[in-house]
């Protein structure tokens, strides 16, 4: 699961850096120049000898020719920063092999043979995170993508499946435990050295591989199978954190469940582990049988989570356990494919987690990510589509585009098809294509086949980026309501000609009198324009369209403030209903930014929003945790994506304006829900995290109308807080009011917290993206915080990834924002590419913003893009970004 990214440069290995290859010739791979691998690996047996600065590990590879490739005399096995002490070929040492790049490409005279290999590695000073590293003691691996040639020369590509047998040996005291994929099938010790043998039942590419050797505790549990088979689970952590594991068990336990229920997948080993690490690129990984975690998607309890960290949790949990299906069974032909296993496996997650919790709630809550990351990168220069046609570093293309929008366009076809035949097609794909590397075509012809739909139109979103905007027209005239649509696909990176793709809309028309409609309807949109006739309409309806979100495009409508403010306080699906509040204020905004508004129109479209938001205040049928989403204000990014040339200082200055207005005119029923939800019991029921959701949004806006208010109950919150829900949402409004409060808090949460990781991380995130006028100083001085550093991930996303994203400070009209974030990546960059690539989107929106600022945001992609020596990723991205 996606947080941050991938490799590519040799780890802390000053030789080896110098070995690389100049960035900037590196040539783009490309879709189209796929080529099976010539020789099949039957089999691969590994041998760790392991330490924590020298980790010794001899490789045995059973080979023999492809059939189905091309002839070839040669084996190219890939590498990265890598040496080998050794090269045999069926037993005896041989001289026929030589380096290319980092590769090694070992002559082989006959049809069949067993390799030998030995590299020594030294994990402590790999800082990349990516193969073989250490983690505050103990030693773990990560693959995907293409980690696993850190480790051993292979061929590191995701069609060359083999099966895996390996002996692990190292310290008894240093590794106690010691883990890898598939069952462990033998045991033993000498001396003060302990052994384990593993075997892995099931074929994989090398980027499943894992293994891990530490001082780790566990929580056990086992599962029984529809099938009747007994699996011992296991979640793996370090010794003090053992009491905040039981979320994640629980968890894991409902997505085993919910997948055979709902997809009638059943696991397949008598061992599931999971292990937390706190040095990690992303959110997890999921290695067969031994999914690998940051402990940011694994520790919970109330004193330390938030109610958000709880379904962070619950939904990578389930995330990385569907990939058991949905990746590693069926796994990716190429990288270009990688949507086939996360689009699909994202889809997934979100299914599971709408059916333990609120779908409405979960729907919104994705399309918000989806609009709020996927929308920008799709209309800036990294646009690609979800399966892209080249790329230069794959750990780039870990995107919302890959991982939301792939979901989106499977949820399309599930729309399209009803749940009932959408699963007979991915009954069939399981079917068909289990054991393989698959394609993405492979995927959609399963549906196709399977929900017997004509999905050869629909294709076309796999091919083309960008945003598809639809134009809706509705016109009345006699008893007849005539609804038009068009659609455009905007010219992205590559791609200047589009065609129209299928675009099932959900809609249905309301009897204004009556407030109710006669039904929903699917329209789908094939063509570039489309004409749809009602009849029976005395008076014009109002339209809601693209209810639950039904295609992942941009709306675009005449529609009356009136209009919106029915719809907010009437429609009867709730993400329509969330849809019309938000472009209630998201056009307001737009307005209020662009065309200078004068008092009186902006005064009425204040009293309007003002209007629909008291009905969802006041309204006794909602729940809370619905009632949080329709109150929430559209983000500053959505906002700027809404004009084609945005100033983020003007945008945020009205948006905080709005919310003062609100604040005010509310401030009745604000103080309401506050005093209804304030001493609410803490639970983990759906009522008592509504209670919480609500309570923090309502002193959001009593914050910005009245903070002498504010700051004296969000002390009072802070202090009374029993979980982390409200203490967290009590600082973050204290963190943006200048008083005597903020300071107390922040120190006393820093001192309660200084021992837990996670939560300090909460703290420097709180400061960072914090509303304060002088949030720039203080992201200096927490740079120079003892418990600030570039080597932890979440640390470092934890105060720059919260700046990149506070509007205010991030966009400093001066540009310092902006050189702060040049400076970490230039810092950063050496030190772990993979999460440094990450920083460079925020500057790419360049052609975006107003001039002056977009000036400064090129130099400092520019500064970035002339520094001597960039790694691929960064590279790759700065590049991109200049365009
Ligand atoms: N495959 C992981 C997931 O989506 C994400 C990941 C990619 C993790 C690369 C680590 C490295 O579940
Ligand atoms: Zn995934």
């Known amino acids: 699961m996606d947080i941050a990214r991938t490799p590519s440069n040799p780890d802390g290995n000053p030789e080896m850096a110098d070995a690389a290859v100049d960035p900037k010739n590196l040539p783009e791979i490309r879709r189209e120049d796929y080529r099976p691998f010539p020789w099949i690996v039957s089999e691969t047996r590994l041998d760790f000898d392991l330490g924590i600065d020298c980790t010794r590990v001899r490789s045995t590879l059973t080979i023999a020719r492809n059939a189905k490739a091309d002839r070839s005399s040669t084996i190219r096995l890939n590498g990265d920063g890598i040496e080998a002490t050794s ?40 800082s990349q995170l990516m193969g073989l590293y250490a983690s505050s003691g103990m030693l773990c691996t990560q693959c995907e993508a293409e980690g696993f040639r850190r480790i051993t020369f292979f061929p590191d590509r995701p069609d060359v499946l083999s099966t895996y047998s390996v002996r692990m040996s190292g310290s008894k005291d240093r590794f106690p435990v010691l883990l890898c994929n598939g069952n462990r099938v033998a045991t033993g010790e000498e001396g003060d050295t302990h052994w384990a043998e593993w075997h892995d039942p099931w074929p994989k590419p090398s980027y499943l591989f894992a293994l891990v050797a530490g001082d780790l505790v566990a929580r056990s549990a086992s599962f029984t199978t529809m099938g009747g088979r007994e699996v011992e689970l296991n979640v793996w952590v370090r010794e003090g954190d053992l009491d905040r594991t039981e979320h994640a068990m629980e968890s894991l336990k409902r997505s085993m ?63 990385e ?55 920008p990168e799709d209309s800036g220069p990294l646009a690609h589509p979800i399966r892209p046609d080249s790329y230069r570093e794959i750990s780039n293309f870990y995107t919302a585009t890959v991982y939301n929008k792939g979901a989106e366009v499977i949820r399309m076809m599930r729309t399209m098809a009803g749940e009932e035949r959408f699963r007979k097609g991915t009954d069939l794909y399981f079917d068909r294509h289990d054991g393989e590397a698959a394609t993405c075509e492979d995927f959609v012809k399963s549906i196709e086949d399977g929900a017997a739909l004509d999905l050869t139109r629909f294709r076309r979103w796999y091919s083309q980026a960008g945003t598809p905007r639809v134009g809706v027209t509705l016109e009345h005239e006699g008893e007849t309501a005539r609804l038009t649509l068009t659609q455009t696909v905007p010219a992205t990176p590559g791609q200047s000609e589009k065609q129209p793709m ?12 009556s407030g109710t409609h006669r039904g929903e309807e699917l329209v789908i949109l094939n063509e570039d324009r489309a004409e749809v006739t009602f009849d029976g309409f005395t008076e014009k309806p109002i339209l809601s369209i693209n209810r639950t979100f039904s295609a992942p495009v941009t709306i675009e409508r005449d529609v009356s403030r009136e209009e919106l403010v029915f719809l907010a306080e009437k429609d009867d699906d709730p993400f329509a209903r969330y849809e019309a509040m938000q472009e209630l204020m998201t056009g307001h905004l737009v307005a209020d930014v662009t065309d200078d508004l004068d008092d009186d129109e902006r005064e009425a479209a204040r009293e309007d929003i ?43 200055a009205r948006r905080e304006a709005l919310k003062t207005a609100l604040g005010t005119r509310l401030a009745g029923s604000l103080q309401e829900v506050y005093a209804r939800t304030e001493n609410m019991p803490f639970s983990l029921d759906a009522g008592a ?105 979440n640390r470092v996303r934890s105060l720059y990834m919260a700046f990149a994203a506070n509007p205010a400070a991030f966009h400093a009209e001066d540009g310092e924002g902006y050189a702060i974030i040049a400076d970490l990546i230039l810092e950063l960059d050496p030190i772990n590419a993979q999460t440094t690539a990450r920083f460079v989107p925020p500057l790419g929106r360049w052609r975006r913003i107003e001039e002056k600022r977009a000036k400064l945001m090129r130099e400092a992609l520019e500064r970035i893009a002339a520094a001597p020596k960039l790694s691929r990723d960064t590279f790759e991205q700065v590049a991109r970004s200049l365009g």
């Open 610 to 652: 003002a209007r629909a938001m008291r009905s969802v205040l006041e309204d006794d049928q909602l729940d809370d945790l619905m009632r949080g989403e329709l109150l929430m204000m559209p983000g500053a990014t959505y906002v700027a994506e809404q004009m084609l040339v945005a100033d983020p200082g003007r945008i945020h």
């Open 502 to 513: 299928p675009i099932p809309l959900k809609l249905a028309l309301f009897d204004r009198a």
């Open 257 to 319: 469940k919910w997948d055979e229920e709902v997809f009638g997948r059943e696991y397949d080993l008598d061992l599931f582990n999971i292990v937390a690490v706190s040095d990690f690129n992303m959110g997890a990984m999921e290695n067969k049988g031994l999914n690998i975690f940051n402990t940011k998607y694994v520790l919970a309890d109330p004193e330390t989570a938030t109610d958000g960290d709880y379904d962070g949790v619950e939904g990578v949990i389930g995330h």
């Open 321 to 375: 356990y569907f990939h058991n299906w949905s990746g590693n069974r069926i796994t990716c032909r190429d990288w270009f494919q990688l949507s086939l296993k996360e689009g699909f496996t994202v889809l997934r997650d979100q299914l599971f987690s709408a059916d333990m919790g609120s779908e409405p709630v979960k729907r919104i809550e994705d399309v918000r990510i989806l609009r709020g990351v996927q929308f």
């Open 87 to 126: 090269v045999t070929v069926d037993g005896e040492p041989t001289q026929s092999w030589v380096m290319d790049g980092d590769d090694l490409v070992l002559t082989l005279p006959g049809d069949a043979h067993e390799i030998g290999i030995e590299t020594e590695i030294d994990p402590s000073a790999n």
């Open 689 to 793: 995290k509504g209670a919480r959701k609500v309570k923090t949004l309502a002193l959001a806006y009593i914050a910005a109308s009245d903070p002498a208010k504010a700051v004296e109950l969000a002390a009072r919150q802070y202090d009374r807080a029993d979980n982390m829900t409200d203490r967290q949402g009590a600082l973050m409004v204290l963190a943006g009011l200048d008083s005597a409060e903020r300071t107390g808090k922040l120190l006393d949460f820093y001192n309660r917290y200084q021992n837990n990781a996670l939560v300090i991380d909460k703290w420097f995130a709180i400061q960072a993206g914090s509303l304060h006028p002088r949030a720039i100083e203080h992201v200096k001085a927490l740079r120079d915080h003892p418990d600030f550093t570039l080597k932890n991930p």
